[in-house]
């Protein structure tokens, strides 16, 4: 769990610190019709989901318009997406490759990318 905590502060940090372009790594689209064309998923998420099948269980960070509310979490979890840690306007969750589109569909969801595990210096 604190390597997911410390990738979300990181997230969070990133996030408030990046402008969403179609430059960077945020906002870029990719084939129409795959959820990568909503612009919502990050470059290395949108190949995954289109090169893999989607029975396998992934880890994202997801970035929202606000923070998550119950109801939200509810919906989600409901859904079969589980929700980690939630601070301000971003959550982790772990969920099934092939519902990256149902996450992606959400209003209140602004972008999704694969979570990654941070290397301690020195481990």
Do not use: W
Not at 37 to 65: C, N, Q
Not at 68 to 78: D, G, I, N, P
Not at 102 to 123: D, H, M, T, W
């Amino acid at each position: 769990m604190s390597i997911y905590l410390a990738v979300l502060v990181a997230g969070v940090l990133a996030y408030r610190g990046c402008s969403h372009t179609s430059e960077g790594r945020a906002y870029t689209a990719d084939h129409a019709g795959s959820p990568g064309a909503t612009g919502k998923l990050s470059p290395d998420l949108s190949r995954l989901y289109r090169e893999s099948t989607g029975d396998r269980r992934i880890a994202v960070l997801v970035r929202t318009d606000a923070p998550l509310t119950r109801e939200q979490k509810r919906t989600l979890t409901s859904q079969g997406i589980r929700v980690g840690t939630v601070s301000d306007s971003v959550f982790t969750a772990d969920l099934y490759l092939k519902d990256v589109p149902l996450l992606a569909e959400k209003p209140y969801v602004r972008f999704i990318e694969l979570s990654k595990k941070l290397n301690l210096l020195g481990r």
